[in-house]
């Protein structure tokens, strides 16, 4: 049974330092990977998506980067903003009983100070 | 585009009554995804449906919940009775066409279950 991690639980930076959040899966055999950002009483908001065929993607100050063999993929934010404080959580989709089902992390909570 | 919209946006019920929520997904999307959100945790996979076909109901506690997606659109997710552990924020996703894709999400609906 897959099971996703994201350490650190919590995360508190300085305006302008570049961070790393991680997320790490038991089950390599992933079809793709997503990041999303979750604002407090929000929804979720896609990030990125890496296929597993895939390294790495970037949008912006984000870049994501995705080792199968290790089981882990990490979110690199440039630059950080106090915009960027929220929940980033990330979620693996595996083939469970034959149809793919998205296994989420429990998030990391970053807060930006400024 | 409109997002994936969800209504209502939050619910205060007493146990053993029941309860009714309503996901609208972006325009196109054939599939469509109820998840819950506990605290603290990550989303976890209620059902999901292709057009109007539950592809994954796995993790649907059939006792007490249901859930429809009429003409492949539109679809409800009914608990009833609702008791004191239901209390948790339902996020709705859709994603377009069928098998894995990117996923959007709702801003979910809070339930109080008093």
């Known amino acids: 049974k897959q099971e996703v991690t994201q350490i650190p639980a919590a995360l508190s930076v300085p305006e302008g330092e570049n961070l790393v959040l991680n997320c790490s899966f038991t089950d390599s055999a992933i079809y793709n990977l997503q990041w999303f950002r979750q604002d407090p009483g929000k929804g979720l908001t896609s990030l990125l998506l890496i296929q597993s065929s895939q390294r790495e993607q970037t949008s912006g100050r984000l870049n994501a980067s995705l080792d199968k063999s290790s089981g882990r993929s990490t979110l690199y934010i440039a630059a950080s903003q106090p915009g960027d404080s929220a929940t980033y959580l990330c979620a693996t989709s595996v083939l469970t009983s034959g149809t793919y089902k998205y296994i989420f992390g429990t998030g990391t909570r970053l807060k930006v100070l400024a | 585009e409109a997002g994936v919209v969800q209504s209502p946006r939050y619910k205060i019920i007493e146990k053993k009554q029941p309860v009714a929520f309503w996901c609208n997904p972006i325009s196109g999307h054939n599939t469509l995804y109820w998840y819950l959100q506990n605290l603290g945790q990550g989303p976890e996979l209620l059902i999901r449906?292709?057009?109007?076909?539950?592809?994954?109901d796995s993790q649907l506690p059939k006792d007490r919940f249901s859930a429809e997606r009429l003409k492949g659109v539109d679809s409800t997710l009914k608990i009833q009775p609702a008791e004191l552990g239901d209390s948790a924020v339902y996020l709705c996703a859709s994603s377009p066409g069928t098998g894995v894709h990117e996923q959007y999400f709702g801003p979910g609906t809070r339930l109080t279950v008093t």
């Open positions: 449906y292709e057009n109007e076909e539950a592809v994954d």
